[in-house]
T-cell receptor
Framework: GAVVSQHPSWVICKSGTSVKIECRSLDFQATTMFWYRQFPKQSLMLMATSNEGSKATYEQGVEKDKFLINHASLTLSTLTVTSAHPEDSSFYIC????????????FGSGTRLTVV | DAKTTQPTSMDCAEGRAANLPCNHSTISGNEYVYWYRQIHSQGPQYIIHGLKNNETNEMASLIITEDRKSSTLILPHATLRDTAVYYCIVRPYSGNTPLVFGKGTRLSVIA
C-alpha cells in the first residue's frame, strides 16, 4: 500500500517550453507533498512543500514563478517547470507522508528531465 | 542541513553481511533514525526505522547505540540488487517535516 505514482518517468523538452510532472497518491490521501530535485551524483534537495488547497512553500533559492506547484486535490500534486533551460535538467522526485505503517514517506519513481 | 554523517562509499562481497554506520550525535529525544536507499535513477525506498531499541524487518536490521549517537544498518546477506546509495536520516516520528538527505553511503555489492 501507500503508492505514489509519478509521471512521466522521463521527458526531453526544448529550451523555453514548459513541462508538467504529476504525482498521484493511489491508495491514500496525500495532504502534503514534498518535491525534490537531484543533480547527477548529488543528494536529493528539497525544493518545495505543497499542501492540498493552499499555496506551496518554497525553499530558499527556488523560484516559485519558475517551478509552479499545484495541489488541488488530496490525491494529485503537480510540478510545472516553466520556460525550461538546460540548467533545469535534473531528476525530480515527489514524496508524501505515509501513515499506514511506518510514519515514513513514500516516494515517486522520479522524473528525468532533459532540456535541450 | 543533514544531521547525520556517513562514509562516502563501501564495498561488500555478495552473500556477506553489509554493515553501514551512521553518526547522529546531535539527535534529539523525539527523533527517530530512518534508513532509506536509492537505487540508480529511482525514488528512495524505505528500509527501516527505530528510536532506541534494535529493530529488524524482512529487509534489514538496525542497531542503535545506547546513547543513540550512532547506528548501524545491517543487510544480513547482501545481493547485487542491494547496490545503492543508503541514507541515514533523523526526524521526529510525527508531523509532516520533510526528510533532509545527506550524501549517504554508496554501497557496492561485488560478485
Amino acid at each position: 500500500g501507500a503508492v505514489v505514482s509519478q509521471h512521466p518517468s522521463w521527458v526531453i523538452c526544448k529550451s523555453g517550453t514548459s513541462v508538467k510532472i504529476e504525482c498521484r497518491s493511489l491508495d491514500f490521501q496525500a495532504t502534503t507533498m514534498f518535491w525534490y530535485r537531484q543533480f547527477p551524483k548529488q543528494s536529493l534537495m528539497l525544493m518545495a512543500t505543497s499542501n492540498e488547497g493552499s499555496k506551496a512553500t518554497y525553499e530558499q533559492g527556488v523560484e516559485k514563478d519558475k517551478f509552479l506547484i499545484n495541489h488541488a486535490s488530496l490525491t494529485l500534486s503537480t510540478l510545472t517547470v516553466t520556460s525550461a533551460h538546460p540548467e533545469d535538467s535534473s531528476f525530480y522526485i515527489c514524496s508524501a507522508p505515509n501513515r499506514t505503517n511506518n510514519y515514513g514517506y513514500t516516494f515517486g519513481s522520479g522524473t528525468r528531465l532533459t532540456v535541450v | 542541513d543533514a544531521k547525520t554523517t556517513q562514509p562516502t562509499s563501501m564495498d561488500c562481497a555478495e552473500g556477506r553481511a553489509a554493515n553501514l554506520p551512521c553518526n547522529h550525535s546531535t539527535i534529539s529525544g523525539n527523533e527517530y533514525v530512518y534508513w532509506y536507499r536509492q537505487i540508480h535513477s529511482q525514488g528512495p525506498q524505505y528500509i527501516i526505522h527505530g528510536l532506541k531499541n534494535n529493530e529488524t524487518n524482512e529487509m534489514a536490521s538496525l542497531i542503535i547505540t545506547e546513547d543513540r549517537k550512532s547506528s548501524t544498518l545491517i543487510l544480513p546477506h547482501a545481493t547485487l540488487r542491494d547496490t545503492a546509495v543508503y541514507y541515514c536520516i533523523v526526524r521526529p516520528y510525527s508531523g509532516n517535516t520533510p526528510l533532509v538527505f545527506g550524501k549517504g553511503t554508496r554501497l557496492s555489492v561485488i560478485a
